[in-house]
């Protein structure tokens, strides 16, 4: 039996993305002994009971804090803010590792990188930057420093904010952490102070990035192929190994695939292959794959860093 478990939360609506991490985290050997635990954001009653042989528990955590508009947010707000009570919630573990629904895993690998560092008292996550941004437009690099300023400014005032907008913004869709570790405590009270005036979907993630920064709570920082954000990136695909990697070389193989903003997107998306050439492919996991037949010349004008970052979840 695994020593640590998988956490994640959903509602119906993500169903079909739910159902790609699972599959993707039980095609591994070593992922149908991990136990899941599923926080419920609104599941209707079938999709549980369809769901209970393949997660361990299901919990609603409702409102693990009180705040000012809370009556008019909707349910799946509780994702954001139930993160730092996770241990409450699912007692008896000694590691916690959260995978957002809109993640697949690609590579072991990364689940074994979250595991052991956060067994070393850090929090493991990625911090998002990658040699990769070098081909995104001073457009794009300024629109991802706009809104870490409004981030931090609005969570903690442009003091905070200053010493801190410039840094990687560690993403709080894939994180590991001991159930003994100090960061839950500090993540906790910061959450309780910010919700009240920043009631966002970044609250959980500025909160985390607070801990790390300012606190100075230990930090493991990851490599983005555990955590690979397709609306920052788009990653390549190698049809001969049949997998996503990097986009640059020497192309390593992405460990966990997050189809974060736009990427979140059905149907096809134009990614390039590592041999110059390009194919329209779904991005979700069990979808068909190219061969090398499918692959076209590459345009002129290259379609891999055009998702938007305004949605930079």
């Not at 609506?13 to 039980?26: A, K």
């Not at 926080?39 to 209707?44: E, I, K, S």
Request: hydrophobic content about 40%.
């Amino acid at each position: 039996m695994a020593d640590f478990t998988i956490l994640t939360a959903s509602d119906s609506q993500h169903l079909p993305m739910l159902r790609g991490l699972l599959d993707s985290i039980q095609a591994f050997p070593e992922g149908r002994d991990v136990p899941i635990s599923l926080f419920d954001m609104g599941l209707a009653a079938e999709d549980k009971q369809a769901l209970g042989h393949r997660v361990a528990e299901i919990v609603d955590p409702g409102w693990d804090l009180d705040f000012s508009g809370q009556e008019k947010m909707p349910a799946w707000f509780k994702a954001y803010i139930c993160r730092p009570f996770i241990p409450r919630h699912f007692p008896g573990h000694d590691i916690y590792l959260w995978l957002d629904a809109d993640m697949w895993v690609q590579d072991w690998a990364a689940i074994r990188s979250f595991v052991r560092a956060a067994k070393r008292g850090s929090l493991a996550a990625v911090a998002t930057t990658d040699r990769s941004f070098c081909k995104l437009s001073s457009e794009q690099l300024q629109e991802r420093l706009n809104l870490s300023i409004q981030w931090w400014t609005s969570g903690y005032g442009q003091e905070i904010a200053r010493r801190h907008y410039m840094r990687p913004s560690i993403n709080g869709g894939a994180f590991a952490l001991a159930a003994a570790a100090p960061h839950w405590q500090e993540w906790r009270q910061n959450m309780a102070v910010v919700i009240q005036k920043f009631p966002n979907f970044m609250v959980d993630q500025i909160t985390m990035n607070y801990v790390i920064y300012e606190r100075g709570l230990p930090f493991a920082s990851l490599p983005m192929t555990c955590n690979w954000m397709c609306n920052v990136v788009m990653p390549q695909y190698d049809v001969q190994q049949g997998g996503f990697v990097s986009p640059e070389e020497p192309h390593e193989r992405i460990g966990i695939m997050h189809l974060s903003g736009a990427a979140k997107r059905e149907g096809q998306h134009v990614v390039e292959t590592i041999d110059g050439g390009q194919v329209e492919m779904s991005l979700r996991y069990g979808a068909p794959r190219p061969n090398a037949e499918a692959t076209t010349p590459i345009a002129a004008t290259s379609a891999s860093y055009t998702l938007s970052l305004a949605k930079i979840r």
